[in-house]
């Protein structure tokens, strides 16, 4: 049915593509590798059944070869899709069965293309037409035009996350996303200029298998100079997620092209899906208003920032160091930064802060207290040193007198008639509140302790917006 020559060139396309097929394979466990493996196994296929289509001078055997065929041309829409949801990053979003699901109705179209002959569902009509080179003329039926509208759909959504890519990809891998994207639409282009505008090349009929033939090629030449079915990709995502510090990678409008879980917890982003937004917007108010989200819109140089942000009871020490990503060109690609929790420093700091502070006092204490001459000026001294520390507004010292059930104020930082421990005469609030001095038990009141809060010096302190009042 066809010259020697356009039957070599068809087997040694399928030898090509079975080739491409089985070096995928062996990266079927890299981004991309498998669902590529498949599409040039069928496509491999497709090209074979051509070939020997092609080969045979009895037009049945011609027709049966050519539907045959079809087995590896209605899962090539399935398969593209999957190579873009797995070049995307999508791969681990799409649950494994919906992934199988995708080629429940490419069986089904096969099955029925295989019956055509007595059903007309895939094919209304087909002849041979021999003028110049020697092709199947068909009228096509509703069924093949289902599987168009089905293979189309998968392509259409390929080619958006391939799209997707090209936008969101980190600036690393940015150039390789465009390659696949452009090696993607070649195929596309070819198939939409046969199916609806019937364009035919002499003797090939179909350029489509060709032009997927080219796709596969480019694959594999960006596979040894760029890596793009290599495992640096897939090991690049895990140590980025594994990595001890947050990280979270800008372009140059301050949206997120890429960033780990540790950042997301850390810098409290509750955005379920942060890449491509921008990640001022995406802050707790504590940090969308700091000079950390400010010095965002030009990261000239490498900064660090040191960050508070409330979470709970807690306040959690955050430090953001901020550095520009240049690009080869020399100009700035966008920018870097690495978020580390500082709590548990902060916290080391705070304390030996606060310990610092109490040998000060003690310090200015006792040097006071060496300076004093009279008892009375002893108290005075201790009183307003305290005061001084900036720890206590007030300061009162008093005696405790039992018998009347009463604080009997002797020294008072502020000079008032009023005492502020002056309780009521009722014994109960005395026995709860002061009891345990006799036990050396140190009490911090506040005005809504149950056993306080109806005194006289609750109230005072409420009235004065006093907080809480120590009482040794």
Not at 63 to 70: A, F, M, P, R
């Amino acid at each position: 049915m066809g010259s020697t020559p356009y039957v070599t060139l068809y087997l040694f396309a399928a030898f090509v593509a079975i080739a491409l097929a089985m070096f995928a394979w062996q990266r079927r466990y890299y981004r991309g590798g498998r669902p590529f493996a498949l599409t040039m196994a069928a496509l491999g296929f497709w090209l074979a059944c051509q070939g020997l289509a092609l080969a045979s001078d009895n037009p049945r055997i011609a027709i049966g070869w050519t539907l045959v065929e079809y087995g590896g041309i209605v899962v090539i829409g399935p398969l593209y899709l999957l190579i873009a949801i797995a070049y995307s990053g999508q791969w681990r979003n799409v649950d494994a069965v919906a992934r199988y699901v995708l080629f429940i109705p490419p069986l089904i179209f096969y099955g029925i293309a295989l019956t055509t002959m007595s059903t007309g569902l895939w094919w209304r009509d087909v002849e041979l037409d021999s003028s110049g080179y020697m092709y199947l003329v068909i009228e096509r039926g509703p069924v093949f035009w289902m599987h168009t509208v089905y293979s189309y759909g998968c392509i259409l959504t390929g080619i958006g996350l391939f799209v997707y890519a090209v936008l969101f990809a980190p600036p690393l891998h940015r150039y390789q996303s465009a390659v696949m994207l452009a090696s993607a639409m070649i195929p596309v282009a070819g198939n939409v200029a046969y199916v609806f505008f019937a364009v035919r090349v002499p003797a090939i009929d179909d350029p489509t298998p060709f032009l997927l033939l080219m796709m596969g090629l480019i694959v594999y030449y960006a596979t040894l100079r760029y890596q793009m079915l290599d495992l640096a990709p897939i090991a690049e995502r895990e140590v980025f997620a594994s990595l001890p510090d947050g990280v979270v990678v800008l372009d140059t409008q301050g949206n997120v092209a890429s960033i780990n879980q540790l950042a997301t917890r850390l810098l409290a982003v509750t955005e379920a899906r942060p890449l491509g937004k921008h990640l001022r917007s995406m802050l707790p108010p504590a940090l969308s208003t700091s000079e950390f989200a400010h010095g965002l819109r030009f990261v000239q140089s490498g900064r660090t920032y040191q960050c508070n942000v409330a979470e709970g009871e807690r306040e959690r020490g955050l430090e953001i160091r901020v550095r520009p990503l240049p690009a080869a060109n020399g100009r700035q690609a966008g920018s870097l930064l690495v978020v580390r929790d500082t709590t548990q420093r902060l916290q080391i700091e705070q304390a030996r802060s606060r310990h610092i502070n109490e040998l000060n006092l003690i310090s200015s204490i006792a040097r006071a207290a060496n300076t004093a001459v009279e008892t009375s000026d002893l108290l005075d001294t201790l009183v307003h040193t305290l005061v001084g520390s900036g720890v206590w507004q007030r300061v009162v010292i008093g005696l405790n007198d039992e018998a009347h059930g009463c604080i009997t104020t002797i020294v008072d930082s502020q000079h008032e008639d009023q005492a502020l421990l002056e309780l009521c005469r009722d014994p109960k609030p005395y026995i709860d509140v002061f009891a345990p001095l006799c036990q050396r038990i140190v009490l911090r009141l506040t005005p809504d302790d149950a056993h306080f809060t109806a005194t006289p010096a609750a109230e005072w302190m409420r009235n004065n917006a006093m907080h809480s009042v120590l009482v040794v």
